[in-house]
């Protein structure tokens, strides 16, 4: 076996700090990898690894982790402004893209919400009206209409929930 092939074999370890410090390189070169492996002379191959927290303590990967969410939420929140300020934009709102700008402001939106840990979908929330309080406010509508079933209805135009509370 020849020189260069123990170098090879041989296998360099490194401590829980370069680990740290060539992830905080991998950072400072916007997530290049690449660019970070020659900047530091380590293999790219083992600074992705270490990226996707491979042979990589849990709280040095966590440290990484919390870092790189921070540079992508920044990323986020700047393109969310850039659509925004396209889709309020003259000529991006006559042209024919609008729905291709609006989806993808949406789409961003709710990731921004997620990395918030806000929910991303709008529930329905629906507070249940008692017959009584419905009666309440059908009785209001009556002086108002020649029969029940023309207030019923207003009251269903106005109030939907509460109309449904009357079984009519």
């Not at 690449?34 to 293999?43: D, F, N």
């Not at 009785?139 to 106005?158: F, G, I, Q």
């Given at each position: 076996m020849n020189a260069k092939q123990t170098a090879k074999l041989a296998r360099r370890n490194y401590s829980d700090e370069e680990k740290a410090a060539a992830l905080e390189t991998v950072?400072?070169?916007?997530?290049?990898?690449?660019?970070?492996?020659?900047?530091?002379?380590?293999?790219?191959?083992?600074?992705?690894?270490?990226?996707?927290?491979?042979?990589?303590?849990?709280?040095?990967?966590?440290?990484?982790?919390?870092?790189?969410?921070?540079?992508?939420?920044?990323?986020?929140?700047?393109?969310?402004?850039?659509?925004?300020d396209a889709l309020a934009s003259e000529d991006k709102i006559e042209a024919a893209r609008y729905g291709e700008l609006n989806a993808a402001f949406g789409t961003v939106f709710d990731k921004l919400r997620l990395i918030d840990g806000a929910p991303t979908e709008i529930a329905e929330h629906r507070v249940l009206i008692s017959r009584a309080e419905a009666?309440?406010?059908?009785?209001?509508?009556?002086?108002?209409?020649?029969?029940?079933?023309?207030?019923?209805?207003?009251?269903?135009?106005?109030?939907?929930?509460?109309?449904?509370?009357?079984?009519?």
């Open positions: 950072n400072l070169c916007g997530g290049n990898v690449s660019e970070a492996a020659r900047t530091l002379g380590i293999e790219r191959e083992t600074l992705r690894q270490w990226t996707v927290g491979h042979c990589v303590s849990e709280r040095v990967f966590a440290f990484f982790a919390a870092k790189k969410q921070g540079r992508m939420t920044a990323k986020l929140r700047a393109l969310a402004d850039r659509l925004a009666e309440s406010k059908l009785a209001r509508l009556l002086p108002y209409y020649a029969t029940r079933a023309e207030a019923v209805e207003v009251l269903r135009s106005v109030d939907g929930e509460a109309a449904d509370a009357l079984g009519e």
